[in-house]
């Protein structure tokens, strides 16, 4: 296959493009600083604890689903006390999950993310 030869305007459009790359101080200065491989992420525990309180909320559901079965079923006043305790625990965390959540939502919106 013949090489590709470059036009006299070809050449002086990159000739202009390599002068105006020899000018950018601050491309340089990303090069020269470039890694050759690729590096893996360092593990992050900031994922995880984003969903801890997700987490949280379905541990208390678990609980409060428990604790109504064992108080319908034994009739017990503690375990009823118990059971609406945890239940107001439940719904008032799951509510701040979701205006965290929302409030996110709207931010990310707002930034057009």
Not at 4 to 28: F, G, K, P, T
Not at 45 to 60: D, I, K, N, S
Not at 72 to 96: G, H, M, R
Request: glycine residues 4%; without cysteine; aromatic residues 6%.
């Amino acid at each position: 296959m013949d090489e590709a030869r470059l036009s006299a305007h070809e050449r002086r459009v990159l000739a202009e493009i390599e002068e105006q790359l020899d000018q950018d101080a601050s491309l340089a200065r990303r090069l020269r600083t470039m890694r050759r491989t690729p590096r893996l992420p360092a593990p992050s525990f900031t994922g995880a604890r984003r969903h801890l309180p997700a987490l949280g909320v379905v541990a208390l559901g678990v609980m409060t689903l428990t604790l109504f079965v064992l108080a319908v079923d034994t009739e017990v006043p503690a375990l009823i006390w118990a059971f609406a305790s945890v239940w107001v625990l439940t719904l008032v965390t799951a509510l701040l999950l979701g205006l965290r959540w929302a409030k996110r939502r709207a931010a990310e919106a707002r930034t057009g993310e």
